[in-house]
């Protein structure tokens, strides 16, 4: 509310996508595209107002109640801040343990012996299990998310920045483990980051979010090396290089991105892009796919290389 004004802010429209068995969809953007409000929503952390998810077939927003309950052992989270979603109250053992006594899939006498396998399981000792979130490293506590998570047998994991807060070396290691889970266990991500050094390991396919929608989507390594639309192509020039003295990318992303409860008309994007015409302050570019499998949301893809 706003001077007596409502005013509503539509985070998230028309982002369509699929993330198949064993596959790792990567989502990135900057900070307020939208892309952390879609892995909520997937996650039903947040209630759309429109729209539907699918779940192997079912209707996953017709859930409620015990059905919704059994149902969310094949879908977990794992968030950006390990500090911040662990209990600093409960030692490891227990927050492990939890969600194999909501779900009711191990005996009392069995949590002990499957706390152990599970944090094995992500680099940690058993001893872990009877410290406090607080004695852990960064490091340490995220790999105490993922055992937690992993707890239920998850067919998908939301991970939403799950290496951000962490240095280099640690965030690393943590890519490394989550690219051996998803060998081991078959496991699908929806990995949502903003660093496009780190989704280049881990994208099977990749869509890049602007202001609340995907301007464009495809195979990760095609869209890396060849990016279509001129955000995309903005985000990779800002990717820091390994050799300080060689020479920058020539298209930089300038500005901020404008309000999305008054957004520009047109392409939202126009007031930053660089090849920006008459027509991107008029007309709105839908996300058409090509005959390649790549899908962009521009009037002129390809233009800025």
């Not at 090396?225 to 390994?242: I, S």
């Not at 930053?272 to 009037?299: D, K, Y």
């Amino acid at each position: 509310m706003l001077g007596g004004v409502q005013l509503f802010l539509p985070a998230v429209r028309g982002v369509d996508f699929d993330v198949r068995a064993g596959e790792t969809l990567a989502l990135v953007g900057e900070s307020g595209s939208g892309k952390t409000t879609v892995g909520r929503i997937v996650a039903r952390l947040v209630e759309p107002d429109s729209g539907s998810i699918a779940f192997e077939g079912e209707d996953w927003l017709a859930l409620s109640g015990s059905a919704l309950r059994r149902r969310r052992r094949d879908l977990q989270v794992v968030f950006q801040d390990p500090q911040t979603s662990l209990n600093p109250r409960l030692r490891v053992g227990d927050q492990v343990a939890e969600p194999l006594r909501v779900q009711r899939l191990a005996l009392r006498s069995e949590l002990g012996a499957r706390v152990r396998e599970l944090l094995e399981d992500v680099g940690l000792s058993a001893e872990t299990a009877e410290r406090f979130p607080a004695e852990l490293s960064g490091g340490q506590r995220q790999r105490v998310a993922i055992a937690r998570a992993l707890a239920t047998g998850p067919k998908l994991l939301v991970c939403d920045e799950p290496v951000s807060s962490l240095d280099v070396s640690i965030a690393a290691q943590i890519v490394n483990l989550l690219l051996d889970l998803k060998e081991r266990a078959g496991l699908a991500y929806l990995f949502i980051a903003h660093d496009l050094a780190v989704v280049s390991r881990v994208a099977d396919t990749l869509a890049v979010m602007y202001l609340g929608r995907i301007v464009e989507q495809g195979p990760g390594d095609a869209v890396l090396a060849r990016p279509l639309h001129p955000y995309t192509v903005a985000l990779l020039a800002a990717v820091p290089a390994a050799d300080p003295q060689a020479p920058r990318p020539p298209h930089r992303l300038a500005g901020e991105p404008p309000s999305a409860v008054d957004p520009p008309g047109g392409c939202a994007f126009h007031p930053r892009c660089p090849i920006a015409r008459p027509r991107c302050r008029e007309e709105t570019p839908s996300l058409v796919e090509n005959v390649s499998g790549r899908s962009v949301a521009c009037f002129y893809p390809g233009e800025m290389q």
